[in-house]
Structures are given as structure tokens and as C-alpha cells.
């Protein structure tokens, strides 16, 4: 065995993250977009079998991370992973706690609170580092992920479209464009989107992104103060983990929140799947204990600000 290969599978997208059998390197990230109307599961599935056949790993040590009810966890422990199909599973919450604890970006004697922001909801979600026993958890849809997109979306078209109704197949490819532009805005001040736009591309500004959506991340920002603040359980830090976590935008409001207590992991929306990775690598009995130093993929890093609380919030 050459490898070991963690899995995610996101609303939008399927990530997986390869490590070498001891989990001390990752040596590679791939990420596959679901196409609209196929099943994700089965898509997934075959993800694991093609990335294990591709990298020599042991497609019976393979973790899939996959989505669940955010209330489901409580009282569970999240780092359990679970067999007897044709995959073994983890919780998307344990497997971004296994990330954390090995790249040491938390203390092993803290309770953490962990905001992802997916696609269609944001979840907080209050686990015990040492552990991984979830004591709370709660989720909403009013703070999506899919807004950035959505947002920028129409205000190129009312900025910049023609007058001639969009046909399905140039909404699709627009869509596309702008979800793209959302990844790629993290890392660059402007990136260019084709579409039914006159002139063919259009500028998409990072600022004009920030004065779309300052407000709803205001909101959001204030959503999860208020369920921290108001919760049961005293919190240490503070995570940050989906795609949108890796918006400047994002992480400077919550920072100004949170201070040094927030943790805003560098590649936000890929840590479910290297935390699937390691999962996968502890089930194979690899002996690590101490966070992992992990070889740099090929691309770009985004601005990171990790932080070690050793200071409650509540």
C-alpha cells in the first residue's frame, strides 16, 4: 500500500485528499465537480475506487466522508467511523476535528466551535477536542453559501446582460462561471467570467463581492455569536470551515467577532477530505500521535491565521 485516500462529499463538489500510509505527508488533492441530477453517492463511491486504483491505496481503508443533520450529532462521539458497506464512513465533523487536532491547530483539552458554511445551511457545532463528543449543534438556512454565487450572479447580469432571455444551457454555463470566480476570488483581487454578457467577459472584483454581501455576513457573523454566546457549553476558539471561510470577506468579519480565539483553517473547503485521509491512515494503524507535517500541494495558499485560545469566550 502506497497510500492512503480520504473522501468528501460536498453538495456541489467531491474532494479527496491522499496521504501516505503512516498519514505524515499529503501528497495530492483532487476535486471533482457532481453533475446536476446524477446520483452523489454512487458518484462518490466511484471516486474512492478510482483515486485508490490511481495511487495504489487500500480501497478497504478508504474513508467517505459524507453530509448529515447537524442535530443528529449530539451526543455522539464524531471521530467514529463506521463499516459494513462498500465503504467505510465518517461524519464530516470528525473528520474536520481530525484535521485540527493533528495539524495542531486546536489544544487537545479544549471544547471548540465549529462554523461551516456549505452550500445550502451554515451548522455550529460544539465538540470536545480531547474526545470528539458533540455536546450541541444547531443549523440554518439562512446563511448559505451558494448566496456569494448567487448575489454575483445577478448583478452581472444586471450590470452586464443583454436583452435576450438566457437559454438553459448558457444559465448552466454561467452558473458554472460564477461559482469558479467565488473559488478563484479568494486568491486574486479580480478574475474574468465569460457569459451572455455584452462585450463576452466581465471583471468580477473582489470589492464588488464584498459590497454585495458585507451585510449577509454581517448577519451570519452575528448568527453564530449569538448561538456560542447563548450556548451551554464555554468555548475555547472558534473554527472556520466550508468554501466560503476562505473569503477575505468572511474571515475578516468573523475575526473582528472573535479575535484571537477564531482559527481559520488555509483551505477551508478541502479539510473534510485530508481529515478523511487521516482518519483512513489511523484505521490502518499508522503510529502518529503529534500533528502532522504535511507536504505542500501544488496550489496556491491562501492567507491563513491559526491561533491556540487559551482564553474562554463565554
Known amino acids: 500500500m502506497r497510500a492512503v485516500v480520504g473522501i468528501s462529499l460536498g453538495a456541489s463538489a467531491i474532494r479527496a485528499a491522499v496521504m501516505d500510509p503512516m498519514g505524515r505527508a499529503l501528497l495530492g488533492t483532487e476535486t471533482v465537480a457532481v453533475v446536476r441530477g446524477s446520483d452523489r453517492l454512487e458518484a462518490a463511491v466511484d471516486v474512492v475506487d478510482s483515486v485508490c486504483a490511481r495511487h495504489g491505496a487500500d480501497r478497504d481503508a478508504a474513508v467517505l466522508v459524507v453530509p448529515d443533520e447537524p442535530r443528529s450529532r449530539v451526543g455522539t462521539i464524531s471521530l467514529s467511523v463506521h463499516t459494513g458497506g462498500c465503504v467505510r464512513l465518517a461524519s464530516e465533523l470528525g473528520a474536520q476535528l481530525m484535521y485540527l487536532r493533528m495539524r495542531g491547530l486546536v489544544e487537545s483539552g479544549s471544547t471548540i466551535a465549529v462554523v461551516d458554511m456549505g452550500k445550502t445551511g451554515t451548522s455550529v457545532s460544539v465538540v470536545d477536542v480531547a474526545t470528539g463528543f458533540v455536546k450541541d449543534a444547531t443549523w440554518t438556512d439562512r446563511y448559505r453559501g451558494s448566496a456569494f454565487a448567487d448575489s454575483v450572479r445577478e448583478h452581472l447580469l444586471a450590470a452586464y446582460g443583454t436583452a435576450e432571455p438566457l437559454s438553459p444551457h448558457d444559465s448552466q454555463l454561467l452558473t458554472e462561471g460564477v461559482e469558479w470566480a467565488m473559488e478563484m476570488i479568494a486568491l486574486h483581487r479580480v478574475v474574468r467570467v465569460g457569459g451572455p454578457f455584452v462585450g463576452g467577459t466581465v471583471n468580477v472584483w473582489r470589492t464588488t463581492v464584498d459590497r454585495l454581501m458585507l451585510d449577509y455576513v454581517t448577519e451570519a457573523a452575528e448568527w453564530v455569536?449569538?448561538?456560542?454566546?447563548?450556548?451551554?457549553?464555554?468555548?475555547?476558539?472558534?473554527?472556520?470551515?466550508?468554501?466560503?471561510?476562505?473569503?477575505?470577506?468572511?474571515?475578516?468579519?468573523?475575526?473582528?467577532?472573535?479575535?484571537?480565539?477564531?482559527?481559520?483553517?488555509?483551505?477551508?473547503?478541502?479539510?473534510?477530505?485530508?481529515?478523511?485521509?487521516?482518519?483512513?491512515?489511523?484505521?490502518?494503524?499508522?503510529?502518529?500521535?503529534?500533528?502532522?507535517?504535511?507536504?505542500?500541494?501544488?496550489?496556491?495558499?491562501?492567507?491563513?491565521?491559526?491561533?491556540?485560545?487559551?482564553?474562554?469566550?463565554?
Not at 231 to 248: C, M
Open 225 to 314: 455569536s449569538d448561538v456560542v454566546r447563548r450556548g451551554a457549553h464555554r468555548v475555547d476558539a472558534v473554527v472556520l470551515a466550508g468554501g466560503p471561510a476562505n473569503l477575505p470577506l468572511l474571515r475578516g468579519v468573523f475575526a473582528r467577532e472573535w479575535g484571537s480565539a477564531l482559527v481559520m483553517p488555509q483551505d477551508p473547503q478541502s479539510i473534510a477530505a485530508t481529515g478523511a485521509a487521516l482518519l483512513a491512515a489511523r484505521r490502518s494503524e499508522s503510529p502518529f500521535s503529534a500533528p502532522l507535517p504535511l507536504v505542500p500541494t501544488q496550489s496556491v495558499p491562501s492567507p491563513v491565521l491559526s491561533t491556540r485560545s487559551r482564553h474562554a469566550l463565554v
